[in-house]
C-alpha cells in the first residue's frame, strides 16, 4: 500500500525558511516523478515544482530562486527546502506521486507565514 507522508509545516515569520519532508511507504521514490502542490484557503490547489526519476526539477515561477526540492534515495523521503517565504506562501502543502495510473496523496502540512 503506497503511503506518502508530509512533515515540517509550522509557523514562520516573512522571510523565514522552513523545510518540508514527504516520506514514503510501498513505492520507491527514487523511480517515480513526485510533485509538491499547495492549497491556500479559498484556493485551488496549485503546482509548487517535481522531481523527476531521473533527479530534474522545476518549479513554478512564484516560487523559482526560493523553493528547492530534493532527494534522499536512502530515507525514500522527499525535501522542500523552502527560503525567503512570504506571507503569500501560506497554505497547506501537499506531495503527489502517480503509481500506476492512480494518484496518491499526503494529508498535508500546513504553512503559516505571518508577522
Known amino acids: 500500500q503506497v503511503q506518502l507522508v508530509e512533515s515540517g509545516g509550522g509557523s514562520v515569520q516573512p522571510g523565514g525558511s ?3 519532508s514527504c516520506a514514503a511507504s510501498g513505492i520507491t521514490l527514487s523511480l517515480r516523478n513526485l510533485a509538491w502542490y499547495r492549497q491556500a484557503p ?9 522531481i523527476s526519476s531521473g533527479g530534474g ?19 525514500n523521503t ?4 523552502m527560503n525567503s517565504l512570504n506571507p503569500e506562501d501560506t497554505a497547506v502543502y501537499y ?3 502517480n503509481y500506476y495510473a ?14
Open 18 to 20: 522552513l523545510s518540508l
Open 42 to 50: 479559498g484556493k485551488q490547489r496549485e503546482l509548487v515544482g517535481a
Open 78 to 81: 522527499v525535501y522542500l527546502q
Open 57 to 75: 526539477t522545476s518549479y513554478a515561477d512564484y516560487v523559482k530562486g526560493r523553493f528547492t526540492i530534493s532527494r534522499d534515495n536512502a530515507k
Open 95 to 97: 506531495c503527489r506521486v
Open 102 to 115: 492512480r494518484d496518491y496523496w499526503g494529508q498535508g502540512t500546513q504553512v503559516t507565514v505571518s508577522s
